[in-house]
């Protein structure tokens, strides 16, 4: 998948929006103001970083070993609940999108019931 093709289905995730919090990269996907999905798209180093569960982001790890690393630019503790993903084939699309729906399910389960009700009140408008 090409960086359009990805930043896409990012976004046709219910209440999904992009944003540029860092400035010009990462391109940030977000829902209810949280991050699940940071796309950086240097052709030399096309990559994504994702959220996950610990369980979820080790079972990726090994896996893909090399392809699929702890989110590089996180903090230690953070880090087993990040997943960078190396776009370098490796990984099929379907498994990245795989990759992507997990992630915005952990952050979608994390937003307070009024963020929740808001983005379905919307997506109902």
Not at 103 to 108: E, G, K, R
């Amino acid at each position: 998948m090409n960086m359009d093709e990805i930043l896409q289905y990012c976004l046709l995730k219910k209440g999904a929006y992009l944003d540029f919090p860092f400035g010009d990269i990462p391109l940030c996907v977000k829902v209810g103001n949280r991050l699940f999905a940071q796309i950086y798209p240097d052709p030399e180093d096309y990559k994504i970083t994702l959220n996950c569960d610990r369980e979820t982001g080790e079972y990726y790890r090994s896996g893909y070993p090399g392809t699929v690393v702890r989110g590089y630019h996180c903090p230690e503790i953070h880090q087993p609940y990040f997943n960078t993903i190396h776009l370098n084939n490796e990984v099929s699309d379907s498994e990245l999108l795989v990759m992507i729906d997990h992630s915005y399910s952990v952050v979608y389960k994390k937003l307070s019931k009024s963020v929740k009700e808001e983005i379905i009140n919307n997506e109902n408008n």
